[in-house]
């Protein structure tokens, strides 16, 4: 890749103007087709330290209507992000439909962190490379066109832009002793970024090199390939096709007969609890997630606690007495409900993004990402290749959570037909219970078998070494509370 480019291209002031002049319209035009198609467009710089990135990108905007972009830098720019998982600070920046997103620096860094240096690790280099690549397909499934640019210059160039720096007072300050040493070992680094570029070209985000020592043929070049794939992502939108989501999905699983006995008959719904038993274990564990709480925060651990369950399944109840002892400066409660327009505008992924906790932290969510495979699936609120992939996608998000040294703990609350059905009628029956029981409930419930064949898949493709499932034994709240209380303090534990 890297080496094969040639450095020593060049165009003339007046084929530079003219150019970008036509190109500036064109890019502009597209701008407005993409926004009034809802496409969401990622345009990511990455490059040698000096190669014009930060030129190149404001020549782009140049050409774009300031009102439909926003531009971020890669690196951690705040201590809020530097106590947040890794990928938390680009899901939060990814476009919304009919929005730019621009970077300075991608998300690569930490694949960069880990492939070069003294410190190298080709494990987690390969990791990083395959999270990269991760992020770019869940977003491309979804309908965000990503354009990639790599901008390479000699490491001659490098020298001489970074002493021509350091001689004006105004730019010396950009040059630090880490671009120093990327010069000295360019030769290193070379070889680290061609393996990043060579693992991260996908059929869906590809790398486009851009020869960039010679500043007018390089702002051409980038203009001409957003626009060619621009176009490309608008004429097959005006078709009707979504040029990066409409692909088939070949599921990568099949439930073995073996494994067509129920997950959820396994369950033993007739455990009970005493009440004198269930104050005395609940006092307990109350106390030992409050002792927990305070040392995953002394550690800046973050976790997440996440609810699913049968509707009436006990899971507001069982929330409340999971954090009746938390200090609540240090966590947060996130119910979820259907989406409202901002988040329908992204990836459904986003707006669970924006509630990962910080370093310290609990995030404790009642209803979860999972709706894409349960509710959305059986209601029809999405199409039968989103919910399919949707697995891979969760399974990769939760991977990189884990990863970040985030504690996941996963619930579905478990109840038969039979006492849903009495829950229900004592909703309706208890004044100050009717509140609880919606028309929607009634409408779940006669559609309990689709709902139980979707909850036996989402368990099963789901339930990984690194985020498992507990079912919750739920027709005695007593038993369900105790039990939920007690996973959430092992597995603090054991982040611990």
């Not at 960039?212 to 051409?220: L, Q």
């Not at 707006?351 to 370093?359: G, I």
């Not at 985030?406 to 039979?418: Q, T, Y």
Request: charged fraction near 30%; aromatic fraction near 10%.
């Amino acid at each position: 890749m890297l080496k094969d480019l040639d450095l020593g291209k060049t165009l003339s002031k007046e084929e530079f103007k003219k150019q970008t002049d036509a190109l500036s319209i064109r890019i502009g035009e597209l701008q407005r087709k993409a926004q009034d198609l809802g496409i969401p467009v990622l345009i990511a710089f990455e490059g040698w330290e000096a190669a014009g990135k930060g030129t190149h990108i404001n020549r782009l905007l140049q050409a774009l209507d300031p009102r439909g972009y926003n531009v971020h830098v890669a690196e951690a720019e705040d201590e809020d992000e530097r106590l947040r998982p890794y990928w938390w600070r680009f899901w939060v920046r990814t476009p919304a439909s009919g929005r730019f997103s621009i970077f300075d620096r991608t998300w690569c860094l930490q694949a960069l962190q880990c492939g070069y240096g003294e410190d190298a690790d080709p494990d987690l280099f390969d990791r990083a490379c395959h999270e990269v690549n991760s992020f770019e397909r869940q977003l491309t499934d979804g309908g965000t066109l990503i354009l990639k640019f790599f901008l390479h210059i000699s490491r001659k160039e490098q020298k001489k832009r970074f002493e021509s720096m350091e001689a004006n007072p105004n730019t010396a300050w950009k040059v630090s002793k880490a671009d120093w040493q990327q010069n000295k070992h360019y030769d290193e680094w070379q070889d680290t970024l061609q393996k990043l570029l060579e693992r991260t070209d996908t059929e869906t985000a590809r790398w486009n090199l851009v020869e960039a020592e010679d500043r007018r043929f390089a702002a051409v070049k980038i203009m001409t390939l957003l626009v060619e794939g621009l176009t490309d992502a608008v004429t097959l939108r005006e078709k009707g096709i979504d040029s990066l989501a409409a692909k088939p999905v070949k599921s990568t699983l099949v439930i073995p007969e073996t494994l067509r006995v129920s997950i959820l008959d396994k369950a033993d719904l007739s455990l009970k609890l005493p009440e004198p038993e269930y104050e005395k274990q609940q006092e307990h564990w109350q106390q030992r997630i409050q002792d927990m709480e305070n040392a995953m925060f002394k550690k800046r651990v973050p976790l997440m606690v996440l609810y699913e369950g049968w509707d009436a399944a006990g899971k507001g109840g069982n929330i409340r007495r999971l954090t009746a002892s938390m200090d609540p400066r240090g966590y947060d409660v996130i119910p979820v409900s259907a989406p409202n327009d901002i988040e329908k505008a992204h990836h459904y992924l986003w707006r669970f993004w924006n509630a990962v906790p910080k370093a310290g932290h609990i995030s404790i969510f009642d209803r979860t990402w999972y709706g894409r495979v349960l509710v959305e699936r059986v209601e029809g609120f999405c199409t039968e290749a989103d919910w399919k992939r949707a697995y891979r996608e969760i399974n990769e998000m939760e991977e990189q959570l884990t990863h970040a040294g985030v504690g996941l703990v996963k619930f579905w609350l478990h109840i038969d037909p039979d006492e849903q059905l009495r829950r229900f009628e004592e909703r309706k029956a208890v004044e100050w219970k009717t509140w609880k029981i919606t028309d929607e409930d009634w409408r779940n419930r006669e559609k309990r078998d689709l709902y139980n064949e979707a909850v036996e898949e989402m368990l099963f493709r789901t339930g990984t070494s690194y985020a498992p499932w507990t079912v919750v034994e739920s027709n005695d709240k007593y038993y369900a509370r105790i039990k939920t209380m007690k996973t959430v303090v092992e597995t603090m534990e054991a982040r611990l």
